[in-house]
Structure formats: C-alpha cells, structure tokens
C-alpha cells in the first residue's frame, strides 16, 4: 500500500466518522451484552428507518462494560456530560440519578402496554423518570424429575418428614412446588442434601447465592416480605429488625449451618450460582427470571413457578431496567420523541421480539404468545406477586442493599449472630433513609 | 554549578515538573479538598469545609478498623511469606539460573498476570461445580474443602497473592545472590565452611538489604491490595475480606461517601509515608 493509498483510506474513514456522527444526533447510553442490547439494537434499527424521522434525531447507541457500570454512569450524570441524551436506570437507582435527569411523559399508550405496576417501578417522587424496558423478577426453579420421584415413594415420603421432623420440628409432607411455603422450600432442600440424607441424587437440596453484594439480597427479600417485612412502615421507621426478616434469616441460616446449599455460596453470585444448578448438583433455587433459558437448557426436567409462600402470601421482588432523559442531553426533543415512541406498543412488542423482557400488561403480552410465552408468566408474576419495597426507589436504596448485603452475609457465614446483624443494619437503615 | 547550567537544567526539567504536576497535583489538591469537605455526587461542584469531620467519621467506623486490620495482616503475612519462598527459590535456584537464563523466564510468568485477571481465574478454578480444582479433589478423594467459604477465604487469598508475587521477591534475591563475588564463596569453601553456614554467615548478611527492600515494598503492596481480592470474593460475607482499598472504593462509588473515603484515602496514605520514612532511615543506618 503507497502512501497515497493510506491517506486517501485516512480520509475516507475520517468522512465515515464524520458522517455517522453528523446522522446520529441522539445518543442513548445502554446496558451493555445480553439480550438487552440486541433488544435495544432492534428498536433502535427499526425507529431511525422511519421516513419522518429527521436526520438531526436518529438514534445512535453507546455501550461500555457491565463491570462498575452504574458506578461509571453515576460520575458521568454528576460531573454533567453531554456524550448521551439517554440513559440506562434501573429501579433501584432512580433516586440516586434523579437529581441529573429529568422526568418524561410517555405515550398514550404506556398505561396499557406496560400497567400500572411496572410503569411505578421507573417512579421516583411521582414522577415517570423512565420507559421501562426490561423487567427483572424471580423464579422458584426446581427440578421436576426429583420431584416427581419423591411424590411417587411413600418411604421417601416418610424420610422427607421425619427430616423436617427433626430440624424444623414440623413433619412436614412433600408437595408440588407451587404450593411451597417458605418451610417446605427449608425441607425439600434438607432433604435433597448429601450430608442430611445420604440417599439424595443432588449434593445440595438448593443455593443461596450470598456473595456481599447488593444483588443478592434482591433475591433474598421474596423471602421476608412473604412474612410481612419491609423496609418501613407508612410513618417512614425503619422496621427491619422485625420477626418477618428474623424468620427469613434464620431459616436461610439453618441451610448454610447444615450444608443445605454450597459452603462456598457466601462468595456466589448469579453465574456461579447457576453453574451449581447446571451441574445438576442442586434440586431447587430462587433465581432472576432471566437464568430461565439457562437452567432450562442445562437440566432439562426444571420446572419454575413463582417463590415460596409465606403467611402474608407470595411475593416477588421486583425491579426494572428502563431508559430515561439526561438533564444535561444536547437533544432534548430528539430524546423525548425516542422515549415516546419506545413506551409504544409497536416499539414494545419489537423490543420483546428482539430479545428483551419488558414487563408487560396481559393483553400486550397476549400478542407474544407464540414467540415469547416467557414473557406472559413475567407479566403474570408481576401484577399478581411483585413488590417493591418502601423506600426501595430512594436516593439511597443502593446503600441500603449494600448495608444489607454486609450485614446479612455476615450472620450466615457466622461471622456475627443474628441480633448485631439487625441492629447494625437497622441503623445504617435510619442514617440511610432519614 | 554556574548559573547558565542552573537555568538549563531550569529549563530541560520544566516541562516535567509541570507535567508531573498536572497529573499528580490535581488529583492531590482536590482529594485534599473533598476530605476535609461535606460532599457528594450533587455537591461535587460545591464542596463545604467540614474541618476533620470526615476523619474522625471514618475512624470511628467500625469498619474502616476491620479493613485496616485486615489489611495490616495480609500485607505482613503475604509479605512474609512472598519473601521467604522468593528467598529459598533465590538461592536453591542461582545455579540454575546462571546455567539457564530463560528457566527465570517461565518463573515469573504469574507476575506478568494483571491481578484482577488472576482473581477471576481462581474464581472458576475453585469453583466447586465448574472448576478444575474441587473437581478433582472430589474425583479422587470424594471431598473437596471449601476454597472460598467463610473458614477458608482469608488463606485462600493469602495463597493466591503469595503465588503470583513470589516472582517478584524472587527477581530480586536472585538478582542480589549472583551479585555476592564468587571469590567470597571459593574462600569459604577452602575454609571447610558448609552450605548451611555460608548462606546463614555470608550470603544472607550480604543479602539483608534486598530482603529489607523486598519485605517493604511486598507489605505495601499487599496492605494496599485491591483488584484480586475485589474479583475473587468481593468484599466478603460480614466485610470479612474488605481491604482498606475496598473500604475506600465502596465508601466512593457505592456509598457516596465522598468525603469520608477521601479522608481514608489521605489516612492511608499518611500511613504508607511514615512507614517508608521509617524503612529508608532503617536503611540508611544499616549502610555500611
């Protein structure tokens, strides 16, 4: 190649660059990998194809890395950069970012695509600081095939109860997954764990993924608000220290005390949480809905139905992942006009196409029958269990799951007992969300 | 020096200092100002002086004591033990390495490994259901240990550091070893003096220095330690393995605490400057 040559290719890539940049005039920050960003890949192909769409308003998409994300985008809103108009937020970080963002009107048509619940969890202040894109709940997986072994032999019926006999005095029957209360979800794991029963096909009857992190106790509240928990109560005291989150903790606690779930599991997150259900070790585990392709491709015979039940009834946690307006944005009108049209049920049902998980209202989610019957058990789940809890869209939420996470893991891995546990989170609780 | 060299050498080292100002000033001045400040992500434009409330907040939180605690003895232990396997490696091996040049090579390739990568790896090698490790253990003893669990986390790390920084400790005594003259060593032995002997009398008084040099800068490294443990374990159920590092990234980035992590940040580096003060004095007097 001459010299020449590599100058004119100079240029030309210089006047590509140029050119791309001179056509996309809105800039929307993304939650980069998986299927979200092909999701979003999708829409954005199909919104800036549309004949009336100006040159100055096509959509442009900008990802980074996944590691620190929200850690990164949190200096990018506060030192005020204009590199995006639109950016990712999630429902527990929407208190945090409000302050560098502005609040939207969506379409028309939000109401009756996404429904009332999944349009609150992009609240903050009553105010809609997003369009909510994807919806992240969880499951109760379990295997079917150890199951429905276990409800076919009447002497392993009789081992199941005198297990639950003898650890949580109750001898307690198996039963089908979808009547689980949280104790039989305690029993059906003890009973499928090596150490407990020498005769379980599994090493460990489930996995608690308990990494101090602050995900991971998104997956553990299902558990306490089954007993009625919560972060506060409606006069704002902070009512953590309750018998709710004692139950809760004491029971996942029995689990690790007796090797129910893996002793490494007090540094699992979510992928080696799942490689312990994949290997076939595990009978059930709570998880995020979107490990369900996952786990399923890896044990076939899996099941899933919504978390166990508590006296106050079953719940999910729930939270999602939206996209919202920058308040620095160079161009707030071309944003805008993207985020109406993403809460479309045009740009929602192509978003599901593509691989995303909106939360969507039944008869949205009705359409998508065929080609996401994933996504009608999401929408069901979330209007009938899902919770958020008081103050979990705060300017501090992410502090509060941060304090929990410490504290709470402390306790299982006995590091510290179950009252310093509470009372150390409870005041991180006051200070946090005073 | 006349004064026409004064101002050449005025001149030449400018653009340094003023290089090494700007990218080392700044950050200094602000961390100074954010630490004895009140701010937050909303405030960062606005800082208000809160004198040294920050420091007195972070020395009474209990966790800045555990993580500086911890800190202090994975530094000592790692180094402690980095430099007493470098050492035995260093000499055990100084023939080798005369004969083979390249055997130094492969030695050091841990080394080369960027940390957070390392964390990551033992991550799945331990993992007891994906990684090699506990599937072989379990493959041939029906049992694996739980690398990563609660009874076992703290040595697992401290063996992770130690085998990817002993290299470094290495490097250096092999480097001081084959600079000890060879005549030293023939006189000794047409004394009748022993192995044993000669490293204990002549080799390792000769070594001392390095081994002072090596156990410093291990200890502040290890005190210091953030991007392995952070990617292999976080940090830890209860805080368990919250190094003052993590302390300050999570104060930061996860809690907002700008201020306070600041004034950690300052703490730790008071710290670090007192303790090489000390080292460099400690040298200077052992100089000969």
Not at chain 1, 22 to 49: D, F, M, Q
Not at chain 1, 140 to 147: A, E, M, P, S, V
Not at chain 2, 49 to 64: C, M, V
Not at chain 2, 112 to 129: D, S, T
Request: proline fraction near 5%; hydrophobic fraction near 50%.
């Amino acid at each position: 190649m001459t010299f020449r040559t590599c100058l004119r290719a100079g240029a030309a890539a210089l006047a590509l660059a140029a050119g791309g940049a001179a056509n996309a005039e809105v800039t929307v920050l993304g939650w980069p990998g998986g299927p979200e960003e092909a999701a979003l890949r999708a829409v954005t192909e199909l919104y800036n194809a549309k004949a009336d769409l100006a040159e100055e308003n096509k959509v442009e998409l900008l990802f980074t890395s996944r590691d620190g994300f929200f850690d990164k985008l949190q200096v990018d809103l506060a030192a005020g950069s204009t590199a995006f108009d639109i950016n990712l937020i999630a429902t527990y970080s929407i208190g945090r970012y409000a302050p560098f963002m502005e609040p939207v009107t969506l379409s028309d048509q939000a109401g009756a695509v996404f429904g009332d619940t999944v349009l609150k969890t992009m609240q903050f202040d009553g105010q809609q600081y997003g369009v909510p894109t994807d919806l992240s709940l969880h499951f109760l997986y379990y295997r079917t095939d150890l199951i429905d072994a276990l409800l076919a032999d009447d002497a392993a019926k009789a081992k199941y109860s005198e297990i639950a006999m003898k650890h949580l005095g109750k001898a307690l029957e198996p039963k089908a997954p979808a009547d689980w209360t949280w104790e039989d979800f305690v029993a059906n794991a003890l009973y499928f764990t090596q150490s407990i029963n020498p005769e379980s096909p599994t090493r460990y009857g489930t996995v608690i993924q308990a990494k101090n992190l602050l995900f991971n106790m998104m997956v553990f509240h299902s558990w306490p608000r089954s007993y009625g928990g919560n972060w506060m109560d409606d006069t704002g005291a902070i009512t953590v220290d309750s018998e709710a989150f004692r139950t809760a903790l004491s029971q996942a606690k029995m689990l690790f005390d007796l090797g129910a779930t893996p002793p490494d599991s007090t540094s699992y997150e979510y992928a080696e949480a799942n490689a312990a259900y994949a290997s076939g070790q595990v009978a059930a585990m709570v998880q995020w809905n979107a490990a369900a392709g996952e786990l399923t491709a890896a044990q076939a015979a899996t099941g899933t139905t919504a978390p166990p039940a508590g006296p106050d009834g079953r719940f999910t946690h729930i939270h999602g992942l939206g996209l919202g307006l920058n308040k620095a944005a160079e161009n707030k009108d071309g944003a805008i006009a993207f985020l109406q049209w993403l809460s479309t049920e045009e740009a929602a049902l192509a978003y599901a196409k593509a691989g995303g998980a909106p939360g969507l209202a039944s008869e949205t989610a009705a359409k998508l029958v065929a080609d996401r019957p994933d996504l009608v058990q999401v929408g069901e789940y979330a209007s009938t269990y899902g919770f958020v809890m008081n103050g979990g869209t705060s300017e501090n939420a992410l502090s509060v799951y941060e304090a929990q996470a410490k504290e709470f893991t402390g306790y299982w891995a006995g590091t510290q007992d179950l009252d310093t546990a509470l009372k150390n989170t409870a005041a991180a609780m006051t200070d946090l969300l005073k | 020096m006349t004064p026409g060299r004064s101002v050449e050498n005025a001149l030449l080292a400018g653009p340094l200092v003023l290089f090494l100002l700007a990218v080392l000033g700044f950050p200094t001045v602000l961390s100074l100002v954010y630490g004895f400040s009140e701010t937050g992500f909303q405030t960062l434009t606005a800082p208000q002086f809160s004198g040294l409330k920050n420091f007195r907040d972070a020395t009474a939180d209990p966790t800045f004591w555990q993580a500086a605690w911890f800190s202090l003895r994975f530094g000592a232990i790692t180094a402690l033990l980095q430099c007493g396997l470098g050492l035995a490696l260093a000499v055990y091996l100084a023939p080798l390495a005369r004969a083979h040049g390249w055997t130094v090579a492969i030695l050091i390739i841990p080394m080369i490994v960027a940390p957070a990568m390392m964390g990551l790896m033992y991550r799945l090698v331990l993992h007891e259901f994906a990684g090699p490790v506990p599937h072989y253990l379990y493959s041939w003893f029906g049992w694996s240990p739980s690398f990563l669990g609660p009874a076992n986390v703290f040595k697992t790390v401290v063996v992770a550091e130690t085998l990817q920084w002993t290299p470094f400790a290495f490097l250096l005594f092999l480097t001081a070893c084959q600079s000890i003259p060879q005549d030293l060593r023939e006189a000794a032995a047409v004394d009748g003096t022993r192995p044993w002997r000669l490293f204990w009398k002549i080799e390792l008084p000769l070594m001392m220095p390095t081994v002072f040099v090596a156990l410093f800068i291990r200890f502040i490294d290890g005190f210091r330690v953030f991007d392995n443990i952070y990617t292999l374990v976080g940090a830890g159920p209860g805080g368990s393995t919250t190094s003052i590092s993590i302390y300050i990234y999570e104060s930061f980035l996860r809690r907002g605490e700008i201020g306070k992590a600041l004034a950690a940040a300052i703490l730790l580096f008071a710290t670090a400057f007192v303790l090489l003060s000390v080292a460099q004095r400690l040298l200077r007097g052992r100089a000969p």
